[in-house]
C-alpha cells in the first residue's frame, strides 16, 4: 500500500493507473499519426502535440477512475472492467469534445478523438489481460507473516484470497491461544527463532492477530523483526489500511486515541472546503433548477402533497438542522412513526422510486450546503430519533459527528444505502475513516466515484 494524502492506495492500483496513462498518451499519439496519414498532413514533432496529449490522457484516466475502473469489482472480473472502460473512454471523449468546443486548436481534432477512443479501449483492455492478470498473483504482493491462528486470523486469511488484495500470507504462526482455526499455521514452539524465520521468508510485514495480547506478545523477537526493516502492524491498523474502514469489533479507545489521524492542522483544509463547497453549490443550483421545478411538478401530479419537504437531521457536534429534500414517499408515510427505509418500500412513491433510484431528491440538499449546515462530502446525516437509538447500540457513533455531514461520502460509495442497525454499523465504520483521515485528496476522491453511484445505483432505495 502507498499513503497518498493520508489514503492508501494499493501498489497494483498504482502500477495499474500509471500504466493506462502511458497507453492513453500512445493511442492518443496512434490516432494523430492515422489521422494525418489519411488527410496527406505532414503530423509534425510529438513535441509541438505534447500537451493535447496529456490533456487527453487525464481526462480519459479522471473519467475511468469516476467510474470505479479501479475498484474492487472492475479488478476481478475483465468483463466488468471492459463495461465501465466503455463508460470511461465516452464520458472523455464528450469531455473533450466539449472542451474543443470551448477552446478550439487546443486539443485534438474530433475525429481524431474516435479513433483515439478506439485505439485506447483496445490498449487499455490488453494492459488489464496482461498486466492486470500478473497483479493478480502473488510475485506482486507484499508477504506477510500472521501472528496468531485464530478469529482473527481466519479473517485476514480471507481477506488475502480476495483477487484485489495487495498482500499474500506465507506464514501463520500459532501463539497456543486455543484451538487454532488455521490448519496450516506453525506452532511458536516449533520455530526457534522467529526473526531468521521472517528472513528466510522474505517476509515484509508481520501482522498481530492475536484475540489475547496480555503476556502473549513475543516483545524480544517483534523488536528484533522491527529493527531488520521488517514492518510491523496490529490487527485493527492492518485492516484499516486493507479495507477503508476502521473495524468496530476490535478497536477500543486508546487506539483511536494514539493513532496516526484526527488531525488539528485542518483550518487551511476547511477553508479550501467552504469555498468549494459555496461555489459548486452556487453553480449546481443554477445548472440543476429546471431538473428541481420539473420533478417537483411530477411529484404534486403524482401524489397528494408539497414537492418539497424538510426533515430535522443531526450534523456538526450533534447540533439539529433542518434538511430539504424532494419527497419521494407518500403524505403518510411516518404517520406511524419514523422508520428504515425498506427493498421496494411501499411507502414510496411512482415517481419517488426514479428519484431515489438516481440520487434526483437530493437535489434540494444543495441549498443546505450554500447556507453551510452541511457539505458536499461527509458523513450521511441522520434523524435524531435514528442517531439516539445508534448511540445506544454502535461503540464511537458519535465521532462521526465531528465532522460537517455531506450530501455524498466515503460510506455512501463503499455501501449500499444503510436500512437497519447492522447496516449502519458498517457505514460507521467508513464514516470513522473519513473523519480518521480526511483531506481534500479523499474528498476528491468520494466526488469523482459518485459518478460511479450515480451512473450504476445499486443501492438506492
Known amino acids: 500500500m502507498i499513503r497518498l494524502f493520508k489514503h492508501y492506495i494499493p501498489h497494483a492500483v498504482i502500477l495499474l493507473g500509471l500504466f493506462d496513462l502511458c497507453l492513453l498518451v500512445l493511442s492518443g499519439e496512434l490516432a494523430w499519426l492515422f489521422r494525418a ?24 484516466w479522471i473519467a475511468m477512475t469516476a467510474v470505479g475502473i479501479y475498484g474492487a469489482e472492475a479488478l476481478r472480473s475483465m468483463r466488468y472492467a471492459g463495461a465501465r472502460l466503455l463508460v470511461a473512454v465516452s464520458l472523455g471523449i464528450i469531455a473533450l469534445s466539449f472542451i474543443d468546443f470551448l477552446l478550439p486548436g487546443h486539443t485534438f481534432w474530433r475525429s481524431t478523438l474516435v479513433y483515439a477512443m478506439v485505439l485506447a479501449i483496445l490498449l487499455l483492455m490488453l494492459n488489464r489481460m496482461i498486466v492486470g492478470g500478473l497483479l493478480g498473483t502473488n510475485a506482486f504482493r507484499r508477504r506477510v507473516m500472521v501472528l496468531g491462528d485464530g478469529a482473527r486470523a481466519l479473517r485476514l486469511k480471507k481477506l488475502a484470497e480476495r483477487r484485489e488484495a495487495g498482500f499474500a500470507i506465507v506464514s501463520y504462526i500459532g501463539m497456543n491461544e486455543g484451538s487454532p482455526l488455521i490448519a496450516e499455521a506453525i506452532s511458536r514452539n516449533s520455530v526457534s527463532d522467529l526473526g531468521r524465520f521472517v528472513e528466510n521468508l522474505g517476509i515484509s510485514e508481520v501482522v498481530l492477530a492475536l484475540e489475547e495480547r496480555r503476556n502473549a506478545l513475543p516483545l524480544k523477537d517483534l523488536l528484533r523483526i522491527k529493527t531488520m526493516g521488517v514492518h510491523v502492524n496490529d490487527f485493527s491498523t492492518f485492516l484499516e489500511r486493507e479495507t477503508g474502514r476502521i473495524d ?44 428541481i421545478l420539473l420533478f417537483a411538478l411530477l411529484i404534486r401530479l403524482d401524489s397528494k402533497g408539497p414537492a418539497f419537504f424538510r426533515q430535522t437531521r443531526v450534523g456538526l457536534y450533534g447540533q439539529d438542522f433542518e434538511l430539504l429534500k424532494l419527497r ?114 479523499l474528498d476528491l476522491l468520494i466526488l469523482l466515484q459518485t459518478v460511479r453511484v450515480i451512473l450504476w445505483p445499486e443501492g438506492a432505495r
Open 328 to 441: 419521494s414517499m407518500k403524505l403518510d408515510a411516518e404517520i406511524d412513526g419514523a422508520r428504515w427505509a425498506e427493498h421496494d418500500d411501499p411507502r414510496v412513491t411512482r415517481v419517488g422510486r426514479f428519484i431515489r433510484k438516481f440520487r434526483i431528491d437530493e437535489l434540494p440538499q444543495v441549498w443546505t450546503v450554500l447556507m453551510g449546515r452541511m457539505s458536499f462530502v461527509g458523513p450521511r446525516p441522520e434523524r435524531p430519533n435514528f442517531v439516539n437509538d445508534l448511540e445506544e447500540h454502535l461503540p464511537f457513533y458519535a465521532e462521526r459527528h465531528m465532522v460537517k455531514p455531506g450530501i455524498t461520502g466515503w460510506a455512501q460509495i463503499n455501501y449500499p444505502y444503510g436500512a437497519s442497525v447492522e447496516d449502519a454499523r458498517q457505514k460507521l465504520e467508513f464514516d470513522l475513516y473519513y473523519a480518521k483521515n480526511y483531506t481534500p485528496f
Open 248 to 291: 468496530l469489533g476490535s478497536v477500543n479507545p486508546s487506539w483511536l486515541i494514539f493513532s496516526d489521524g484526527f488531525s488539528s492542522g485542518r483550518i487551511l483544509s476547511s477553508a479550501a472546503k467552504r469555498i468549494f463547497d459555496i461555489l459548486a453549490s452556487s453553480l449546481l443550483l443554477v445548472l440543476t433548477l429546471p431538473v
Open 37 to 60: 496519414s489519411q488527410i496527406g498532413m505532414d503530423p509534425g514533432t510529438v513535441g509541438a502535440r505534447i500537451g493535447s496529449l496529456v490533456l487527453f490522457a487525464l481526462i480519459v
